[in-house]
């Protein structure tokens, strides 16, 4: 059915047709009339364009989509239920700073550098500090980001610490897109109108919309970032203690002190002990699983496991959008 979905101040997620701009009607009221067993009905909407109602908060965007919780928590694996339990939780008033939660589309082109392997003997510290040697080819990234906004300000903010201090916010749509281009190398010609600069930037906009899927994913998974509320408070409390272990040995330190009190700063990036630990012991946690899960494979099925890495077919020539341009003209 054609058509956009709309998250409402109230707290429903409702459906307009294209071809009646007189009703909207709730989402879950059209499940529960054309589809209601149907455990999928939710996926039909996916590439759905949204809107968002004015004074719509973030807590109402939650409380819209509880119908579908455990389908959207399968998919974004992100544990949904239990972020809308907690915004329904009795909480203080906010104490950031934050006016609203807005989501917005970026594409950013770097240039691409050689990838090259950590060696074996190598530290992280002396990896990470590596001269890069620049390719030929071009990191070219989009993405839907959920961050904090605050009026007059050009910086963007993490959602993803407290969720009791944003969940009141309203939520908007920004309905521009931006291009960015990063470094010195004039990708983009700012003698031509609707280019920008910015410090160490160029950028060009248009207009966008956004999906219902769009929406979920920059919420969830960029802003939120975490599986749950949580896991979110866990981790941020342990990165406390780490910041606060770093500064007492940095000022404890006498080369470092000094260095601060003459304004001089080592270009160098530094790793403190254990910086990596809960990486390392994900990855880990990761192989023992799937370890555990192929040997369970191999027993209790009867379809094939291959072995051996398997080849991805690729095309018998590298055909450019320029060349192919050319040939139509």
């Known amino acids: 059915m054609e058509g956009q979905l709309v998250f409402c101040a109230d707290g429903i997620l409702r459906f307009c047709s294209d071809y009646d701009d007189t009703a909207a009607v709730p989402l879950l009221s059209i499940q529960n009339t054309v589809a209601e067993a149907d455990p999928y009905f939710l996926l039909r909407y996916f590439h759905h364009r949204v ?5 719509t908060t973030l807590a109402s965007v939650f409380l819209a989509i509880e119908p579908w919780k455990a389908l959207l928590t399968a998919w974004l694996d992100r544990d ?4 809308i339990d907690e915004i329904k939780k009795p909480s203080s008033s906010a104490s950031w700073d934050l006016e609203w939660v807005g989501i917005d589309r970026r ?13 074996e003997a190598e530290s992280l510290q002396d ?6 040697t620049p390719s030929h080819e071009f990191d070219i990234e989009t993405q839907c980001d959920a961050s904090g906004f605050i009026k007059g300000s050009k910086e963007r903010w993490s959602i993803s610490e407290n969720i009791h201090q944003i969940k009141n916010l309203p939520v908007i749509l920004y309905d521009k ?3 960015i281009t990063v470094g010195k190398e004039g990708l983009l010609n700012d003698s031509v109108s609707g280019v920008n600069n910015a410090l160490h930037s160029r950028y060009i906009s248009g207009e966008t919309s956004f ?4 929406v979920m994913e920059a919420i969830f998974i960029s802003g939120l970032f ?16 780490r910041l606060d272990a770093f500064k007492e040995q940095w000022e404890s330190e006498p080369d470092n ?4 009190e003459n304004g001089n700063k080592t270009p160098t990036i530094q790793v403190a002990d254990g910086a990596f630990d809960s990486m390392v012991d994900h990855i880990e946690s990761e192989k023992e699983d799937w370890h555990l899960l192929k040997t369970l494979c191999k027993q209790n099925s009867s379809l094939p496991v291959r072995i051996g890495k398997i080849m991805p077919a690729t095309p018998p020539e590298v055909r450019l959008f320029g060349e192919l341009i050319d040939e139509e003209m």
């Open 80 to 83: 949904v239920g239990a972020y």
């Open 127 to 132: 990896y990470f500090n590596r001269e890069q």
């Open 211 to 214: 999906s219902f899927a769009d």
């Open 226 to 241: 975490f599986y749950s509320p949580q896991s979110a408070t866990e981790n941020y409390q342990a990165l406390d203690e």
């Open 257 to 260: 002190t000094a260095d601060e």
């Open 107 to 119: 594409t950013s082109i770097y240039r691409a550098y050689q990838h090259q392997s950590r060696e």
């Open 51 to 55: 809107i968002v109602e004015q004074g």
């Open 177 to 179: 897109q931006t291009l």
